[in-house]
């Protein structure tokens, strides 16, 4: 018996839909696995269609497909390495999530993935059947048992493998980021290693796909939890690694070991590889934005700036008579800094034409909200407008704090088709704005350095649509509000909970209205990279019409 074994881990980015693009993908790590003589090359849970596809997934005429395009994979790669790689599965009527083995030109081994997600962003009980938990598969001299993602967060499908001959678990994932996830990880996958006493290779996808960034970060433990091979996050990476037999079974040898960033880096780096990707995979080549000399716009451009480079990058500035000095400044400083095309479109004229074909319908009236906001859907008309005539997708740019308590305006700034820092709380955003002047990675397109004047951080938030006016005036100051914001939706808590934090019950109660009576405003909001467990969309879905509020 054969005392090594080889596996090619490709932690790659699909493309959900691509079913002949992701397949050439994967021929070509293939070919790299079969070049450096590996026994499987493997690949991430549903590979062929990309993840997550979601109803798309029910489509006959798509899984009928891939399950083809599976078919011919299989034939083009006889001649070498066994492959295993995830795909969709039809049995009878019903659809699975599947791993499936190609040896000898043929698919020789299906495995059908038991525990379905039916939490936060995962709907997998809607789209799928829960298959039979089912043995191992032999590739030569080695029995492989692959528990299929959420299988391997559950004791029960790692234990029937062991206990039927497995002697390497492979464990293929389709997993999102969220910050601090890969601890949350590396916890479960010891434990099936200690329950199994097998070694395990976690093996998951990177890339964006819409909200969701898959964060690759793919590692290796031996038996007792030691780690034997850790993968980079956010890069596509291509690794082999070794397997020896010893007298208590196989033992992967050390291998490739990438210290992972910390939590602000891997956060910044999620809101550039999403737009990125979800700019390449929707064929968008150039973006633009309103940049209002604010902190959001300029994070925001900074980001599609690393993204794209600055030459795929509008900033506009769309003044109005209470746009300050320091603002026009500000403004022009950081696109200057970032080496953006920079546009100056004040919106005076066309607010006066507004303003007199409303004034016989608005006479007697007193101006107040209604006219600050036909600024903001001035300005998003415009962009609009631009975006339409040069084909640059606009983005839109309010945080998480504003979009919580609908701080916004609807068809004004929030136009847009992505925004970046959608689940970043405004506290976070002056923290992140920090963490780029101070750091720039080769990953980062735009300069290194200051890129963001010091001004725009630390001056008073302000929209600038009435004399004088400032966030605090209409908000709680940003740390309560966003201390208040963690408990109630992160958290799910309570108002006794915010109190008992320390935050007065008038407070609370003022967001909690804010926050439901927002939802139907993010309900028409743009897609945005997801960075914690309850961003907004797949993660906290809640009922636009609702009358139901916390009497504590």
Request: aromatic residues 8%; glycine residues 8%.
């Amino acid at each position: 018996m054969a005392d090594r074994f080889r596996i090619t881990l490709a932690q790659l980015n699909p493309t959900v839909g691509d079913l002949q693009g992701n397949a050439a993908k994967a021929r070509e790590a293939w070919e790299a696995g079969k070049a450096a003589g590996s026994d499987l090359v493997a690949f991430p849970e549903l590979f062929i269609t990309g993840y997550n596809a979601q109803d798309l997934m029910r489509k006959p005429a798509f899984y009928t497909e891939a399950i083809e395009v599976l078919r011919e994979l299989a034939k083009d790669c006889a001649d070498g390495p066994a492959v295993a790689i995830g795909a969709p599965w039809i049995e009878g009527t019903d659809l699975y999530n599947a791993y499936h083995v190609l040896q000898n030109g043929e698919v020789t081994a299906t495995v059908l993935k038991h525990h379905l997600p039916n939490n936060n962003v995962f709907d997998e009980v809607r789209v799928f059947t829960s298959g039979p938990v089912a043995g191992p598969f032999s590739v030569g001299p080695v029995r492989i048992g692959s528990p299929i993602c959420e299988d391997a967060w559950h004791e029960d499908v790692a234990e029937t493998l062991a206990e039927t001959g497995a002697e390497i678990l492979l464990v293929p994932n389709g997993s999102p980021y969220y910050r601090d996830k890969m601890e949350v990880r590396l916890n479960h996958m010891v434990s099936r290693v200690v329950e199994t006493d097998l070694p395990l290779v976690y093996l998951n996808m990177v890339g964006g796909q819409d909200d969701q960034v898959f964060d690759g970060g793919s590692f290796v433990l031996n038996r007792k939890g030691e780690i034997a091979v850790k993968l980079a996050v956010f890069d596509e990476v291509i690794s082999h690694v070794d397997f020896e037999q010893g007298p208590e079974g196989w033992v992967a040898l050390p291998g490739e070991f990438v210290t992972h960033p910390d939590n602000m880096e891997q956060d910044y780096h999620v809101m550039v590889l999403s737009l990125r990707d979800y700019m390449r995979k929707t064929g968008f080549k150039k973006v633009l934005l309103g940049l209002s000399g604010g902190v959001d716009s300029a994070l925001v451009a900074t980001i599609a700036a690393d993204a794209l480079g600055a030459d795929n990058v509008r900033c506009v500035m769309l003044p109005s008579e209470y746009t300050s000095e320091h603002s026009l400044e500000d403004a022009k400083e950081m696109a200057t800094n970032l080496g953006c095309r920079y546009d100056f479109v004040p919106i005076k004229q066309g607010r006066d034409a507004i303003t007199a074909t409303l004034a016989p319908l608005f006479e007697g009236t007193e101006e107040g909200l209604t006219e600050e906001n036909i600024q903001s859907r001035l300005r998003g008309l415009l962009l609009m407008a631009l975006s339409n005539k040069f084909g640059e997708m606009l983005l839109t740019t309010g945080n998480k704090s504003e979009v919580a308590v609908g701080y916004a305006t609807i068809y004004g700034d929030m136009a847009g088709g992505y925004n970046p820092i959608k689940d970043l709380y405004k506290t976070r955003v002056f923290d992140i704005c920090r963490w780029r002047n101070e750091n720039h990675r080769d990953w980062m397109m735009a300069p290194a350095g200051a890129v963001i004047p010091d001004r725009i951080i630390t001056k008073p938030p302000s929209a600038e649509l009435r004399e004088d006016q400032k966030d605090s005036d209409s908000l709680p100051d940003y740390p309560v509000l966003d201390g208040i914001l963690k408990i109630l939706v992160d958290q799910d808590g309570s108002i006794a909970d915010c109190v008992a934090a320390g935050y007065s019950r008038e407070d609370a109660k003022r967001v909690e209205h804010l926050l439901y009576i927002s939802e139907y405003k993010r309900f028409q909001s743009a897609p945005g990279a997801r960075l914690s467990p309850r961003a907004f969309w797949l993660d906290r879905r809640y009922p636009i019409a609702n009358r139901w509020r916390d009497k504590g």
